[in-house]
T-cell receptor, first 111, second 113 residues
Framework: NAGVMQNPRHLVRRRGQEARLRCSPMKGHSHVYWYRQLPEEGLKFMVYLQKENIIDESGMPKERFSAEFPKEGPSILRIQQVVRGDSAAYFC?????????FGPGTRLTVT | GQQLNQSPQSMFIQEGEDVSMNCTSSSIFNTWLWYKQDPGEGPVLLIALYKAGELTSNGRLTAQFGITRKDSFLNISASIPSDVGIYFCAGLYSGAGSYQLTFGKGTKLSVIP
């Protein structure tokens, strides 16, 4: 019974490039969440999605960031025109109810 | 927005000692979750609490959901070296259809053999 899967685990991008982070939820889970973690900090909520719907994007920056969870395939967090301040660990979680289970994260480094 | 104060920020303890950490909030939550994160990994769910006053155990871990719904604590008994890591509390208020978790800043636990 595979857990939440994220890829890539590490991603290096130059300023101005695009970053695409992928997340496959646990089997049977239809809710996906994205969180961002800076060093020495807790996780900060970004967006909550169900299949083909964004339910809550109150934590998402208004520009350059977007997320989707299509009918088929993984959820994608997309960051356009990355800047140094986007460097962080991005975690995806999935759930059926209130317990959220996290993936191993994608560590994005912007050079 | 909701904020969680987690304390202590870090702890150094001897192997075999008991550990206690807690979280307080300025607003109420419906659910409290406790996670452990190892370096380079994602948080792993340890305990979930759903009712005010609830006391739940998972092996050497015990957690409680405060009566006021604004606080929770986690105890670890008889610590061992593999307990090393960062422990996070997280609160969930599922009103208005949102299920976003609010995290504390973590308690970094070091166990001295």
């Amino acid at each position: 019974n595979a857990g939440v899967m994220q890829n890539p685990r590490h991603l290096v991008r130059r300023r101005g490039q695009e970053a695409r982070l992928r997340c496959s939820p646990m089997k049977g889970h239809s809710h996906v969440y994205w969180y961002r973690q800076l060093p020495e900090e807790g996780l900060k909520f970004m967006v909550y999605l169900q299949k083909e719907n964004i339910i809550d994007e109150s934590g998402m920056p208004k520009e350059r960031f977007s997320a989707e969870f299509p009918k088929e395939g993984p959820s994608i967090l997309r960051i356009q025109q990355v800047v140094r301040g986007d460097s962080a660990a991005y975690f995806c979680a999935s759930s059926r109810g209130e317990e959220q289970y996290f993936g191993p994260g994608t560590r994005l480094t912007v050079t | 927005g909701q904020q969680l104060n987690q304390s202590p920020q870090s702890m150094f303890i001897q192997e075999g000692e008991d550990v206690s950490m807690n979280c307080t909030s300025s607003s109420i939550f419906n659910t409290w979750l406790w996670y452990k994160q190892d370096p380079g990994e994602g948080p792993v769910l340890l305990i979930a609490l759903y009712k005010a006053g609830e006391l739940t155990s998972n092996g050497r871990l015990t957690a409680q959901f405060g009566i006021t719904r604004k606080d929770s604590f986690l105890n670890i008994s008889a610590s061992i070296p593999s307990d090393v890591g960062i422990y996070f509390c997280a609160g969930l208020y599922s009103g208005a259809g949102s299920y976003q978790l609010t995290f504390g800043k973590g308690t970094k636990l070091s166990v001295i053999p």
